[in-house]
C-alpha cells in the first residue's frame, strides 16, 4: 500500500464571503491568523524533517481551511509559489487545495496550473438543492457539476466532500448525493457527519428546535450507505468524520455530530451488515471470517463491538477471525465449517 503524507496548511476564513449556518471556520482551523508565505514556508520546513526515513511514496501540501480560491489572486499566488518551489525541488509531490464549487473558473485554474497543483477538493455538501439553499450554502447542483466538469477537463485531481445531516436533509437524499457523487469519478471523496459548532446559526437553529441532528445511529447508518456506494465506485474515501483536533469546544452541548472513531463506527457496521446476513441462516456450529488487513480492524468492531455482537447474539456459535489479503477492501468473506448446520 502507498504511504502518503500531508503537510496541512490553514488559511482561514478570509478565502470565504458565504455564511454557511454550520461553519465557525475558526473554531475548525483552530486559528484565526493569516499566515503569510513564510509561515507556509516554516510549517513546510518543520515538517519535512519529520517525514524523512518514513518510507513515504508522497507528500502533499495541503492548503485547507477556508476557500483556498476565493482570496485574493496575489494571496493564492504567493502560497503557491512556495509549494510550488519545494514541489520543483522534489521535496513534496504534491499540491492541494479545498475550496467552493462556485470559486472555479478558468482564471482560477489556469493560475493552479502555472503553479503545477494537482488536486481540488470541492466542499459540495450536498446534490439537494433545497438542502444547500437551508445550509445557506450560496451555490446549487448546476454550479458543482459545472465546477466538477472544469476541474477534470484541466486535468486537475478532483476531491468530493459531502455531508450528512445537513438542515433537510434525508437520508435518501443523503444516498442520491453519493450516488450523483459517484457518477463523477472523482479521485476522492470525504464525508463528514454536520457537527453543530458554537457561535454558528445551526447552533441557534438547534436551540429554537428549527434543526435537529440525527442522532448518532442515524448518522452512522446514512454514511455507511454514502461509503458503500463511494466503495463500489472505487473512490477513495480519504476521511469519514472531522478529526478531534478539528473541533475546538468545551460545550458539551454543542459539538453534537461529533464522535472520535466516526470512521471505525461506520467501517464496523459495513462489516456487521454482512456478518449478520451471513449467520442469519446459522444455527451452531464454528465459522471463520475473513477480511484483508486494513479491514480486520473494523470486521473485529470499534472496541471489539462486532465481536460481543456476535457472541451475544449466536451463542451456539464460535467464530475465528483471520486475514485474507486477496479481499478487496469492505468485503467480508464468511467460511462455515463442516459442523456449521445451514437451513
Ligand atoms: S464556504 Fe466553507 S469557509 Fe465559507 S462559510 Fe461555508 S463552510 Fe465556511
Not at 478570509?14 to 461553519?23: D, K, N, T, W, Y
Request: hydrophobic share 40%; with cysteine.
Amino acid at each position: 500500500m502507498k504511504k502518503h503524507a500531508i503537510i496541512p496548511i490553514f488559511i482561514p476564513h478570509i478565502g470565504c464571503g458565504h455564511s454557511c449556518v454550520f461553519c465557525n471556520q475558526n473554531i475548525i482551523t483552530a486559528r484565526s491568523n493569516v499566515p503569510s508565505a513564510d509561515d507556509v514556508r516554516n510549517t513546510i520546513e518543520t515538517y519535512l524533517p519529520t517525514l524523512e526515513g518514513r518510507g513515504l511514496d508522497t507528500i502533499e501540501v495541503a492548503f485547507f481551511g477556508g476557500s483556498f480560491t476565493g482570496i485574493p489572486m496575489n494571496m493564492q499566488r504567493e502560497y503557491l509559489a512556495v509549494a510550488y518551489e519545494y514541489k520543483v525541488a522534489g521535496k513534496i509531490h504534491k499540491i492541494h487545495m479545498s475550496t467552493r464549487p462556485d470559486y472555479i473558473n478558468e482564471e482560477i485554474l489556469d493560475n493552479l496550473k502555472e503553479f503545477s497543483a494537482d488536486t481540488i477538493e470541492l466542499g459540495v455538501q450536498s446534490f439537494d438543492d433545497e438542502v444547500l439553499a437551508l445550509s445557506k450554502r450560496g451555490h446549487n447542483e448546476e454550479d458543482v457539476y459545472r465546477a466538477c466538469n472544469l476541474i477534470k477537463e484541466y486535468g486537475f485531481e478532483l476531491g468530493i466532500q459531502l455531508m450528512i445531516g445537513l438542515p433537510g436533509d434525508t437520508k435518501e437524499k443523503a444516498m442520491e448525493s453519493a450516488r450523483k457523487a459517484a457518477a463523477i469519478k472523482p479521485e476522492l471523496a470525504r464525508l463528514y457527519p454536520t457537527v453543530v459548532l458554537p457561535d454558528t446559526e445551526l447552533a441557534e437553529m438547534y436551540r429554537s428546535g428549527a434543526y435537529t441532528p440525527p442522532s448518532e445511529s442515524e448518522a452512522i447508518e446514512i454514511t455507511k450507505e454514502m461509503y458503500k456506494i463511494l466503495m463500489a465506485a472505487d473512490i477513495n474515501i480519504m476521511r469519514v468524520g472531522l478529526k478531534s483536533t478539528d473541533l475546538m469546544t468545551n460545550d458539551m452541548d454543542l459539538g453534537k455530530g461529533y464522535h472520535p472513531a466516526f470512521r471505525q463506527l461506520v467501517e464496523g457496521e459495513i462489516c456487521r451488515e454482512q456478518m449478520e446476513e451471513a449467520l442469519s441462516h446459522a444455527v451452531s456450529g464454528s465459522c471463520t471470517f475473513y477480511s484483508n488487513e486494513k479491514w480486520f480492524s473494523p470486521m473485529i468492531g470499534h472496541k471489539g463491538a462486532n465481536k460481543k455482537w456476535i457472541a451475544e447474539a449466536y451463542p451456539d456459535i464460535t467464530p475465528k477471525y483471520k486475514i485474507d489479503n486477496t479481499l478487496k477492501d469492505g468485503i467480508i468473506f464468511y467460511m462455515p465449517f463442516n459442523s456449521f448446520v445451514v437451513e
